[in-house]
Each structure stands twice: as C-alpha cells, then as structure tokens.
C-alpha cells in the first residue's frame, strides 16, 4: 500500500513565526505533490502543487521537494491566526495518475 | 472557474433508506470525479473514481452494491448510499479534475447523519 505519512500534531506556533509541515511518501513513481488545507467541517481547499526539485513559493507559502529523500514539505511565513487548521499533504499515484493519495494532515494551531 | 458544488450539504436519514448526494462541476467538464469519505479526525478515504459514461472504479473494501455511483455526464456525479446504517454516517466529499491534470478541485462536502 502506497502511503503519504505526516506527523498529526497538533503544531502549535506563535502568530508571525514560521511555521514548518513536513511529509513523506513512499511511491517513488508519484510525479506531483500537492498541500491541501481543511478548516473543521469544511472540505480541503488547495494550497499549493509543486512537482519539480527544489522551492516553490507563492505569497507566504513555500513548497519544497526532495524526490531522493521522498520528502514534501510547506513552510507559511509571518503566520496568521487564520492559518489555523488540519494541512493534508498528498501525491499522486504511479498507477493512476489521476488518483491522489491524502496523507492523515496536520493539526497547526496559531497561538496570538 | 473550476467551482465544484454538492448537494445536500447536509441530510440526516432514518436507517435502512436510501440518499442521493450530488457533484457537480460549475464552469468545466470533468473528466474523472472521485468520491471521498472522511471520519471525524481522519483524512480523506477515496471510495471511487468514475469517469464520465464508464463504470466507476472502487477502493479495495468499499461496497460497489452499497454504494453507487452514476457519472452520467461531463459535469454531474451521483452518490448513491444505500440502505443506509448509522455506520454510514460520515462527511462525503466529491472531487473534479479536467482533461490531462491531476489538480483536483473539492467540493463544499455532504455530511450524512444516519439514525
């Protein structure tokens, strides 16, 4: 079984500090990565895709990606308490490349 | 663009009854939607994936005679729960994605409450 593994938390950190996501999968064929956030109650709404080697960044988001070390991860610059919410790290599958395998999220909480 | 709506948002039904949830894409046609369930504090579980005029393809372990999918068009997906039992109840989300991507665009969610 494929898998996308993320520490579950909670990730507690003060307002305007950076905040740092990690993730990991094991499906060496898996050519996109995507992190989703999910506010309670609410369905997950992309945050960013990254598929290449290397940073990404988009606002206060950066994305990184260390396909030798099968490693995602997300970094949110100055963060907000707005932020606040379950991160869902995911990858697409080798054998499907429609199909996207959600890792079980973090739980961050921005405390004032 | 790339709006995905369901509906209900929200249905509470007696055991043994069957409900129809709804997915549709808004402004694009999709070529493959998936049905996702997620328990309270656990990710995202696909169920399926359909594409439009084919048969669904189901996860290992989920009932294909339980739970039905029809995609009957480029934009509408149906979820079908079946004699429904209060182990049913859970958060049902649909997703859409377009020709050649793989971004997947969510749906608002359905939340089952079966009593």
């Known amino acids: 079984q494929k898998e996308v593994e993320q520490n579950s938390g909670p990730l507690s950190v003060p307002e305007g500090a950076i905040a740092s996501l990690n993730c990991t999968y094991s499906?060496?064929?898996?050519?996109?990565f995507f992190w989703y956030r999910q506010y309670s109650g609410k369905s997950p709404e992309l945050i960013m895709f990254?598929?290449?080697?290397g940073d990404k960044e988009d606002g206060r988001f950066t994305a990184q990606l260390n396909k030798a070390s099968q490693y995602v991860s997300l970094l949110i610059r100055d963060s907000q308490p707005s932020d606040s919410a379950t991160y869902l790290c995911?990858?697409?599958?080798?054998?499907?490349?429609?199909?996207?395998?959600f890792g079980s999220g973090t739980r961050l909480s921005i405390r004032p | 663009g790339a709006v995905v709506s369901q509906h209900p948002s929200r249905v509470i039904c007696k055991s043994g009854t069957s409900v129809k949830i709804e997915c549709r894409s808004l402004?694009?046609?999709?070529?493959?939607m998936f049905w996702y369930r997620q328990f309270p504090k656990q990710s995202l579980m696909l169920m399926a994936t359909?594409?439009?005029?084919?048969?669904?393809?189901?996860e290992q372990g989920v009932e294909k005679d339980k739970f039905l999918i029809n995609h009957a068009s480029l934009t509408l997906s149906t979820l079908t729960v079946t004699s429904a039992h209060p182990e049913d109840s859970s958060f049902y989300i649909c997703?859409?994605?377009?020709?050649?991507?793989?971004?997947?665009?969510f749906g608002p969610g359905t939340r089952l409450t079966v009593l």
């Open positions: 995911a990858a697409t599958a080798y054998s499907s490349a429609s199909k996207i395998i």
């Open positions: 402004d694009f046609q999709a070529t493959t």
């Open positions: 997703s859409a994605s377009r020709d050649r991507e793989n971004e997947q665009f």
């Open positions: 499906d060496r064929g898996s050519q996109s």
């Open positions: 359909s594409n439009e005029g084919s048969k669904a393809t189901y």
């Open positions: 990254i598929y290449s080697n």
